[in-house]
């Protein structure tokens, strides 16, 4: 039967353009697309096989051939699967966007006798565009096919201009050949030489390491060696046919049970995803099934990376689809906060726009981003609960990344906060969890106290502490950027407000609690000219002075109000693009100071207050350095110093 042309439907040239010039950003991924669509091809002669007993059909071998040939510049890609009929090629080749798989999905569902749930899993083409990317990279298409069971075959070939030939051909094998005549290699524009065999075993490993079927190339004949001079004319002995080479491993580890794979092959596969040389700290496997079904392999590290914190570091775990991997970096799948995780998460469908190289997002996406938070936050519990060393490299090493997630992530928050912990001043070196900060509590306390700082050393020296240190209260010690922000989110904890103890009125709760009253309405009254004085003098940088129930041995310190931001909390806000008016803060005195009493006592005696207006500033900048921040005027300041030194000496 002579070959027939037909032309393509106005608005498939349009879409065969769009594919060719447009669609995929990497011209690699056509021969994903071509391996995809021979797995399938596979995967749809074994199922038939087994509804139809009576189908004359080899599945002894089932196979992926990719064959080039150097001086044609062509790559071919053959299978020995179901294949397509006549009609079938013009239905379904022929015709873009309309693929065979969904329909044969339908049917198999319908029929309900085949329950080879593993079997349906691996039927990938369901787009019916993906057949087209060849032409990304190709003058020329030739498709040879036969379908199983039928005796003659079908050519169809296109140049990708708006017309094909369609016609029958004898002696075709069982399945289907793609053969690509290559445009020549183009590095600029991202066209490799796809008959080079290092690029084929690159683009097969990095997209298609993992479907079932084995994926084979002949290996490149070796250079003929020169004849030696003195070499016998005896027939030399024929050489043995070389091998063809598997090129995929085939080891989908997260589609295997658990008890057939060993740790050492899990963090090889971990060590391959993250390009880390040390093996992880814990593997998590999570298989979902129902109405829609996933597998995941995930991998916490022992280690953070060096760009963990940089604003364009890739996350998030590598993406499959049945097997064939879609993406590397699959940031809508974990919240940013779990952006350490390592993985593999294989869907058994997505909604991929038609390149397959973005998501949609749907209740799917959303779906697996809620179940694997919550198996990541389950693992981390457990290993808290069990094995106190991980834990401790675990929170070591991500600790502050995991609280972000108390800021942005109010669903999961108990979860996380069930597995934080924190330094405090119960124990030196022993991190702390707020429900033991809770069992701990004094008799009569109803707050979590906590303070911020760049190091633990520094808040211990704060001149907030005193109080609680004579007290014997419990402190939390928060040394990182992001505990300014959560603290303030999260308010409380098992119905306990969690305080910084830089900020507002604190009440310790004395034993008698007449006689502080009374102790501190006298001490009011005392200080009641002084304290209206200094807030004349100092009325520029804050906003009231008041006597401290927070000090015990330094003479001042610099507070925030309760519903005031923090200067730490100002600068970041500042550091990232956001302006925040500065607000003034309260100084407080310790009225049992000598400095303060002197102070107090010169400001009665005194008529000519200039120098007790300077010792005043003095006070204030004190303060402020004591909490590690700076005078507004450092010169200024040394030099008022420098004079009360001098005339000390």
Request: glycine fraction near 6%.
């Amino acid at each position: 039967m002579p070959a027939e042309a037909f032309e393509f439907q106005v608005e498939a040239r349009q879409l065969l353009q769009l594919m060719i010039h447009s669609v995929y950003s990497n011209k690699d991924v056509f021969l994903r697309e071509l391996v995809s669509n021979a797995s399938d091809a596979l995967d749809k002669l074994r199922l038939e096989k087994l509804w139809d007993d009576s189908l004359d059909a080899d599945v002894s071998d089932l196979h992926i051939d990719i064959d080039v040939d150097k001086d044609a510049r062509t790559l071919t890609v053959r299978d020995n699967g179901i294949g397509m009929s006549y009609d079938e090629v013009g239905r379904l080749i022929g015709t873009i966007a309309n693929s065979g798989t969904a329909k044969f999905l339908q049917e198999l569902k319908e029929a309900k006798e085949v329950k080879d749930a593993a079997g349906e899993e691996g039927l990938i083409g369901q787009f019916g565009v993906g057949f087209y990317a060849g032409f990304m990279v190709a003058d020329e298409v030739t498709l040879v096919t036969r379908r199983a069971g039928e005796s003659q075959g079908t050519r169809w070939a296109s140049r990708g201009e708006g017309t094909y030939t369609l016609e029958k051909v004898e002696d075709a094998p069982q399945g289907t050949s793609v053969t690509l005549h290559l445009k020549p290699a183009d590095p600029e524009n991202q066209l490799h030489d796809y008959t080079s065999p290092w690029k084929i075993r690159e683009i097969i490993k990095r997209y298609s390491d993992f479907i079932t079927w084995p994926v084979r190339m002949m290996p490149e004949a070796p250079a003929a060696a020169p004849a030696a001079a003195d070499e016998s004319d005896e027939a030399a002995e024929p050489e043995a046919a070389p091998e063809p080479e598997t090129l995929n491993s085939m080891k989908a580890l997260w589609a295997r049970p658990r008890g057939e794979v060993s740790d050492d092959e899990y963090h090889e596969l971990y060590k391959h995803i993250a390009h880390d040389w040390r093996d992880p700290l814990e593997t998590i496997r999570l298989q979902a099934e129902g109405t829609f079904e996933y597998q995941s392999l995930l991998f916490l590290p022992a280690h953070a990376p060096h760009d963990l914190f940089t604003r364009d570091a890739k996350r998030g775990v590598q993406l499959y689809v049945k097997r064939v991997f879609i993406m590397d970096d699959c940031e809508a799948l974990l919240p940013p906060y779990l952006r350490f995780v390592k993985g593999v998460v294989d869907a058994a469908d997505l909604s991929l726009n038609v390149s397959r190289e973005i998501l949609q997002q749907d209740r799917h996406i959303e779906m697996m981003r809620r179940r694997l938070t919550k198996k990541v936050l389950s693992t981390v519990k457990d290993m808290m609960a069990k094995d106190q060393d991980r834990y401790a490299t675990l929170w070591r090493e991500f600790g502050t990344v995991l609280k972000e997630g108390l800021v942005t992530d109010p669903e999961n928050r108990d979860a996380l906060l069930a597995v934080a912990s924190f330094a405090t001043t119960h124990h030196d070196t022993e991190p702390t969890t707020l429900k033991q900060y809770v069992e701990r509590m004094k008799d009569g306390q109803d707050d979590i106290y906590y303070l911020t700082g760049e190091s633990r050393q520094s808040i211990e020296n704060s001149p907030h502490m005193e109080a609680f240190r004579e007290r014997g209260i419990e402190v939390l010690l928060l040394t990182d950027a992001v505990d300014e922000v959560w603290a303030d989110a999260v308010g409380e904890y098992e119905g306990k407000k969690l305080r910084s103890v830089a900020k507002g009125q604190i009440d310790l709760d004395p034993k008698d609690e007449d006689a502080a009253d009374d102790e501190r309405e006298k001490q009011t009254e005392e200080y009641a000219g002084l304290l209206g004085w200094m807030k004349e003098q100092l009325d520029e940088d804050i906003k009231e002075v008041r006597l401290s129930s927070r000090l015990t041995v330094s003479p001042a310190c610099i507070v925030s109000d309760a519903q005031d931001l923090t200067p730490a909390l100002e600068n970041m806000y500042r550091a990232m693009g956001q302006e925040v008016p500065s607000a003034k803060r309260i100084l407080e005195l310790n009225p049992d100071h000598q400095l303060v009493k002197g102070l107090n006592q010169a400001y009665k005696e005194r008529e000519d207050r200039a120098e007790l207006a300077e010792t005043a500033e003095l006070l204030h900048g004190l303060a402020v350095l004591a909490e590690g921040g700076q005078p507004k005027e450092p010169a200024r300041f040394v030099k008022l110093m420098a004079d009360r030194l001098e005339r000390a000496l």
